[in-house]
């Protein structure tokens, strides 16, 4: 459970997921809020997932969908206006401030975890996490391929944009909500998946 004396769990907490496409940042903010969900049952968790906000998005049919699914089938980062609307919107209709907050995918630019920070502070005092899940470039390539990526010219070129930008931008917003006070936890992304979870689980000292 929870450690409820004299921490900072006391309180409902904020975890920012991180990590290149194929370090398994869904799969571990899923374990976690079930974790969660079972240490503190008295409180809500919710769980953002960026990707799926933007996924459905681009099945909406305008203009700005249609852009929006050219630039991530590329490979590319969308405008920060509109993770920034994205979160807003699904926060305004899900979130009260009393619930434990998962976010996956929503800071891949600074000005991005910016924003973040204004919005968690918005809705009260808590705890603010970032799990980083470090993972070699290869094997990040070897998973995405599994999952379905053709090992072709075009989803190569789209697989190495996502790596260069996270270079570019990702890294940078880590550092960003460092200085802002949040607490960054690096785990070794190369092992299986429950052994990711239970590090993920110490470092936020929670009992599985």
């Excluded at 681009?58 to 969908?65: E, G, H, M, Q, S």
């Excluded at 434990?100 to 920070?117: F, T, W, Y």
Aim: a neutral charge.
């Amino acid at each position: 459970m929870i450690q409820n004396n004299d921490s900072p769990f006391s309180l409902p907490i904020a975890v920012m997921f991180f990590g290149v496409s194929g370090s398994g940042k869904g799969t571990q903010a899923e374990l976690l809020e079930t974790a969660l969900k079972k240490a503190d049952p008295t409180r809500g968790v919710v769980r953002v997932e960026m990707g799926a906000l933007l996924r459905a998005l681009v099945k909406t049919d305008n203009t700005l969908a249609s852009r929006i699914e050219g630039i991530l089938s590329a490979g590319g980062l969308v405008p920060s206006f509109i993770p920034a609307y994205l979160l807003t919107d699904f926060l305004s209709r899900n979130f009260s401030g009393t619930e434990h907050l998962l976010l996956d995918g929503v800071a891949r630019r600074p000005i991005q975890s910016k924003l973040i920070n204004q919005m968690v502070a918005f809705y009260g005092k808590r705890p603010c996490h970032s799990i980083v899940l470090e993972l070699n470039r290869e094997t990040a390539r070897a998973r995405l391929i599994a999952r379905g990526r053709h090992d072709d010219s075009e989803a190569g070129q789209a697989i190495a944009r996502r790596f260069a930008w996270y270079e570019e931008q990702v890294v940078p917003s880590i550092a960003t909500l460092e200085r802002l006070s949040w607490q960054t936890h690096h785990i070794d992304g190369e092992r299986d998946v429950e052994t990711i979870h239970k590090d993920i689980l110490h470092c936020l000292n929670i009992s599985g």
